[in-house]
């Protein structure tokens, strides 16, 4: 095209730009090129400064990410559309509580019983038969006062009765290979233990000798000594145990309480008989445990370490009297049977057959 006959937009832009007059080449396109990225710059939109608060506005209306500065639920400014209210009638209280299905309060059922066979093995034929975890452990650790649960055979049958708390009351075992047991929960004096009834008239073996009634020293022996307070020689009727202050002292062998309270220069004393005129006596206690005319096992807590009477420190004095006549305790064996609680038997059988007529769980 010569350019006589070039156009006449093209004509107006080489007067205003000679260069666009040269030959089109590359440095026209570049020119060309130019030119329309400035007049794409010219036609984005300017940046207009907005005051804070409408900001803040639009970026509780955008979407962004709290770590970037997003704010959600930001109260907007009123605008025109916004109609003032002469009156907000206040909301009604409601009339009468929603209504609500009365809860019907837990009767405890009765008494339950569960029996079966050990099988392979005793805990989950327990849970299997329909004994809670808490049943089976508390019937496990009944059995455990009386044998090794780890000897119970496969064929041994378990009894058990709970009370109306699922509290276990009776645990029961028959075995094959040897006597059978049958514990019944019996509670006196605030203290609950379990008694073999099958058992209960049994005298206990003989004992071979007196267990310590507490733990300490010997700090003074049976026979003559120079008194500390009286300030001359006297017959000792016992030992002295050396223990502190409200250690507890234990019933030395089993036997029935014949004695509780205060005792002259024993200061609190328990008196033990064992059978056979044999007595274990306790003294200068700081307090008493033992209730009279109960009956306790060897080991049993009785009482605490003190020092009533006539005494010049915490101690126990311990002392054992046969026919009426104070021996050393650290020589007395026991060859005779323990004190039987026969009423004790009889009171636990009767509950055993109380128990026993509870009916088979279904």
């Known amino acids: 095209m010569s350019r006589t006959h070039a156009h006449p937009l093209r004509r107006s832009?080489?007067?205003?730009?000679?260069?666009?007059?040269?030959?089109?080449?590359?440095?026209?396109a570049g020119v060309l090129a130019l030119l329309c990225s400035g007049v794409a710059w010219?036609?984005?939109?300017r940046v207009v400064a907005m005051p804070?608060?409408?900001?803040?506005?639009?970026?509780?209306?955008?979407?962004?990410?709290?770590?970037n500065g997003?704010?959600?639920?930001?109260?907007?400014?009123?605008?025109?559309?916004?109609?003032t209210v002469d009156f907000v009638?206040?909301?009604?209280a409601p009339t009468s509580a929603p209504i609500i299905a009365p809860v019907a309060p837990v009767q405890p059922t009765g008494p339950l019983r569960i029996r079966g066979r050990v099988g392979d093995g005793l805990y989950w034929s327990l849970r299997a038969a329909g004994a809670s975890p808490q049943v089976a452990a508390q019937y496990l650790a009944a059995l455990a006062t009386e044998i090794d649960v780890g000897d119970v055979t496969?064929?041994?049958?378990?009894?058990?009765?709970?009370?109306?708390?699922r509290q276990l009351l009776y645990a029961g075992l028959s075995r094959a290979m040897s006597s059978s047991l049958q514990l019944v929960r019996w509670t006196a004096n605030?203290?609950?233990?379990?008694?073999?009834?099958?058992?209960?008239?049994?005298?206990?073996?003989?004992?071979?000798?007196?267990m310590m009634p507490a733990n300490g020293p010997v700090t003074s022996y049976f026979g003559y000594r120079y008194h500390p307070i009286l300030h001359?020689?006297?017959?000792h009727a016992g030992v002295d145990i050396g223990a502190g202050w409200g250690s507890p002292i234990v019933a030395a062998a089993d036997g029935q309480v014949i004695g509780a309270g205060w005792s002259g220069g024993y200061g609190r004393e328990v008196q033990i008989a064992h059978g056979s005129g044999i007595v274990s006596l306790y003294g200068h206690m700081s307090e008493i445990v033992a209730q009279p005319g109960s009956f306790v096992h060897a080991g049993q807590l009785i009482g605490y370490v003190g020092s009533s009477g006539l005494s010049t420190g915490p101690h126990l004095h311990f002392e054992v009297r046969q026919g009426g006549q104070p021996v050393n305790p650290l020589g007395v064996r026991l060859v005779s049977a323990p004190v039987v609680d026969t009423h004790l038997a009889e009171s636990v059988k009767a509950r055993l057959a109380a128990l026993l007529k509870v009916g088979t769980r279904s």
């Open 154 to 165: 496969p064929s041994d049958g378990f009894d058990l009765v709970l009370g109306a708390d």
């Open 190 to 210: 605030g203290r609950s233990e379990w008694i073999d009834a099958a058992n209960a008239e049994r005298p206990a073996p003989s004992v071979g000798g007196l």
């Open 70 to 83: 997003g704010t959600s639920g930001m109260p907007m400014a009123p605008t025109d559309a916004v109609a």
């Open 89 to 92: 009638p206040k909301r009604a």
């Open 42 to 45: 010219a036609s984005l939109p």
């Open 52 to 67: 804070l608060d409408q900001q803040r506005q639009w970026q509780a209306l955008g979407v962004a990410p709290l770590s």
């Open 232 to 235: 001359f020689t006297r017959f």
């Open 13 to 28: 832009l080489e007067r205003s730009w000679p260069a666009l007059s040269l030959p089109l080449g590359w440095k026209s």
